[in-house]
């Protein structure tokens, strides 16, 4: 089985790999295939989406599944939250089975702040996670911004990229941590677990 997974840049394609050896511990002997297909900037959305995943999933050597993971943040006033950019999506795409809307809420990094204490490790920081929920850091100062300032302020005084200190964050860290605490993840790995007939996370 083949899942092609739109993202968002690199930041989120940086995040396959944990996702992989987690799922790897989920699904023993029936892994799919996972095919990120990384964007610069945000997935297309409109009739562009739709297209693209009538391309995926009819298209040369096909994907049987479509995953859309978009931020709910994306610098314009698209979505207002989590359940209407998977309603746009859908409403985009259409009837379409085999096509799955996710969203990062509000954004990837909100997946990064549950591993604050590895964030305040490489910047020599000590200053405290922007709150208890990553998932409701919003529009208003989006987690990339927080962890933007964290590089910037702290001792390391690097710039943050995303590509690269994304995973420097994730790396040898357990996603069942960040699963826990965010929900839109949750949501996320649960399709992936369900459509390769995997146990969904409680």
């Given at each position: 089985m083949k899942i092609t997974i739109l993202v968002e840049g690199r930041t989120e394609a940086?995040?396959?790999?944990?996702?992989?050896?987690?799922?790897?511990?989920?699904?023993?002997?029936?892994?799919?295939?996972?095919d990120f297909f990384p964007y610069d900037g945000r997935i297309p959305k409109d009739t562009d989406l739709k297209k693209k995943v009538e391309t995926v999933l009819n298209g040369p050597n096909a994907s049987q599944y479509l995953i859309a993971l978009t931020d709910v943040y994306t610098g314009t006033n698209d979505f207002a939250d989590a359940a209407d950019a998977k309603a746009k999506m859908?409403?985009?795409?259409?009837?379409?089975?085999r096509f799955y809307p996710h969203v990062a809420l509000y954004e990837f990094e909100a997946w990064l702040l549950p591993y604050w204490d590895e964030i305040k490790r490489l910047t020599r920081h000590n200053r405290n996670a922007p709150g208890i929920n990553p998932e409701t850091v919003n529009h208003n100062k989006p987690p990339s911004h927080h962890i933007g300032e964290v590089f910037a302020t702290g001792q390391c005084r690097s710039h943050y990229s995303k590509f690269r200190d994304g995973q420097r964050i994730l790396r040898g860290k357990d996603l069942g941590i960040a699963i826990a605490k965010c929900a839109e993840l949750k949501a996320f790995v649960n399709t992936i677990l369900r459509l390769a007939g995997g146990d969904e996370i409680l």
């Open positions: 940086a995040f396959k790999h944990i996702l992989i050896k987690y799922l790897e511990q989920r699904l023993p002997g029936r892994m799919p295939k996972l859908r409403q985009w795409v259409g009837s379409e089975p």
